[in-house]
């Protein structure tokens, strides 16, 4: 069995999310409405990518000219 490392797997993060996407996102299905579901996915997409842009700019090399 391989285990697959996530960077930052066990940190938290944070999304907002109304009532109707957290439901969208455990399977309702909202026909009058199917944005609901987008947008949740959206909201979290971004917190993810916010996570890993951060987590580059922490671990991202000491430019050379700051070395001085």
Do not use: C
Request: no cysteine.
């Amino acid at each position: 069995m391989s285990m697959t490392k996530v960077p930052g797997g066990d940190e938290k993060v944070t999304v907002e999310l109304t009532v109707k996407e957290l439901l969208a996102l455990t399977g309702v299905h909202f026909h009058s409405n199917h944005d609901v579901k987008i947008s949740a996915r959206k909201k979290i997409n971004s917190a993810l990518e916010n996570k890993w842009e951060q987590e580059a700019r922490d671990n991202a090399p000491i430019p050379y000219q700051l070395l001085n």
